[in-house]
């Protein structure tokens, strides 16, 4: 069985899950251990022989089904990815159950302090947004120091606390992005690693993964759009108030928007492929593009959202679920468009015109 349809059948139990995921908050025990036997968390580990395009492909597949499963493979396998940069002694630590799962908060909210002479850390702080972090045994957080730059700690679950009712919000429920407290907990200094090594070569991968569930969020409403047009075409046809021309339509153009955000994310997966640490101008282009993809995919699930009748308010709704899950997912700040555009917008400018 391919890559694809492991993560299709995957993403059938997780939809058939998606409502009891919602009202617990986070994944539901058996799309995980469904997702680990298919190895979908572990795609991005050194030596899988997947490449970037084949993960986001997953990633999407399975957010079809349901937007969390998608997005919290994307954090299990690209952080995965990350403890691949890490010295061997703390990989062989951390994977000596090869399906452990590694969640993160990158943002440097917390703090680290080293020891040079002990060659210990000491990390503390309050890390929101730790997607997943109720299935993981690691987690990756964002240290500011006091001099040098930031960096990212590896912990345990024994060294930090989750705290369980931080994840209260409209849409993306079933990730239980919960924030993590650490109490100047002490960890060996090979746990940390400089931004200028793990993180900022790695700015455009780590921005691009995350569109792939929004992808996938999208797909499924033009997905069960075009199943409600089916359903209602007769009534439709019938009623003299209904315009089923201008519904067509509608679907038509959000599913070219979603098929346009595909090509787009695809083809900067593939360039990654070759390079996951590219140029400036690469990497500044590939966070547009990410950025333009979640624009188009957002504007696709809102039209058909808005195109479904009031039926579509109810909860537990499939489309208004698909709806506050892809809303969820755009809001991320490395999926803004002002801020991911305008810094290309400037280098094309200044390639004319000569830095300001």
Partial sequence: MSISASARSVSETAKAFAIETEDKGRLQPEVVQLMQ????PQMLKQKSGHSIRDFVEVCSILAEGCMSAGWCNFVWGMHNYLIGLYP??????VWENEETLVSASLNPSGNSKVD????????????SFNSGCDHAEWLLLGCKQEKGEPTLALLHKSEYRVLEDSWNVM?????GSKDVVVDNVVVPSD???????????????????????VLGGAQSAVTRFTELLVEKKTALEKDPFSNIDSL????????A???????????????????PRPDEKTDLKIHRDTAFAAKLCNSATRRLFESSGGNALHQHNEMERIFRDVSAGCNHAQLSWDRLAIPYGKL?????AGPA
């Fill in 257 to 275: 928007e979603v098929d346009a955000a595909r090509a787009i994310v695809l083809n900067a997966a593939e360039i990654l492929d070759k390079n």
């Fill in 191 to 213: 746990r940390l690693l400089p931004f200028s090594i793990v993180i900022i070569p790695l700015k455009a991968l780590l921005t691009l993964v995350i569109v792939g569930p």
């Fill in 348 to 352: 094309l400018v200044e390639q004319i």
């Fill in 88 to 93: 061997k002694t703390v990989q062989n630590q």
């Fill in 116 to 127: 040079t002479k002990t060659k210990k850390a000491t990390v503390s702080g309050r890390w």
């Fill in 37 to 40: 036997k298919k190895k979908l």
């Fill in 171 to 175: 849409g993306l429920k079933g990730t």
């Fill in 248 to 255: 067509i339509l509608k679907l038509s153009e959000a599913s």
